[in-house]
């Protein structure tokens, strides 16, 4: 017998409640899937983004800085754009552009990751409800059947499978889910890091600013 037949058997086997489970297997390996992938495209050194930008903002590059963070991926060189674009604009209160873009990029981050913690919590109830209608038949064909032996098979195969099966996909689920989370706190630390590190300076410059002018 061939892996799809045997999939396919056992599909059959564990009742309507296996097609179920995976369906929500699929979803969750596509949710993981996609914010790997976002991630990995946005992974940046933020250390070496800074250093470079206070390097150009110390020549007055302003303009050389936003289009270093508009080619630079990732939502703390947005961020850093953010608050270079309000110094460039004259805005007193550089952290609140900062916190303005900020309320744009987390939510990104953060877009489908509960869906995959959802499932990881709602496949082991799938696998428990597979149980249930198992032990439903084993009853039912305690009432009806001649055949006991063979039909009581069937049903505590039944329980069985959507257990193993709902078990096999919520594990992945849960440590993606906390795999995916860690990655978003590391990614906004990263980010308030930024924040805070390209503000401080610009602050400092823009203070330092009106004593040269009087120098001159």
Not at 47 to 76: F, M, Q, W, Y
């Amino acid at each position: 017998m061939s892996f799809f037949q045997s999939f396919i058997q056992i599909m059959k086997d564990g009742g309507p409640v296996m097609w179920v489970i995976l369906g929500c297997a699929l979803m969750a390996l596509a949710v993981f899937l996609e914010k790997v992938f976002q991630f990995h495209r946005d992974e940046i050194n933020v250390r070496e983004l800074l250093h470079g930008l206070i390097n150009v903002l110390k020549r007055d590059g302003l303009v050389e800085a936003l289009t270093l963070c508009d080619s630079t991926p990732g939502p703390a060189a947005r961020l850093v754009g953010a608050a270079i674009l309000a110094y460039q604009r004259g805005d007193s209160d550089l952290r609140q552009a900062v916190d303005d873009a900020a309320l744009e990029e987390l939510p990104k981050l953060e877009r489908r990751i509960n869906l995959l913690g959802t499932l990881g919590f709602v496949l082991p109830l799938m696998g428990f409800l597979g149980t249930v209608l198992g032990m439903l038949r084993v009853f039912e064909t305690l009432k009806t059947s001649e055949n006991f032996s063979a039909d009581i098979g069937g049903a505590v195969t039944m329980a069985l499978i959507t257990t193993a099966a709902a078990l096999s996909a919520a594990i992945p689920c849960y440590l993606g889910y906390n795999y995916l989370v860690a990655r978003v706190n590391a990614i906004t630390l990263d980010m308030e890091k930024a924040a805070l590190e390209i503000t401080s300076f610009l602050e400092r410059r823009r203070a330092a600013a009106p004593s040269a002018e009087t120098k001159a």
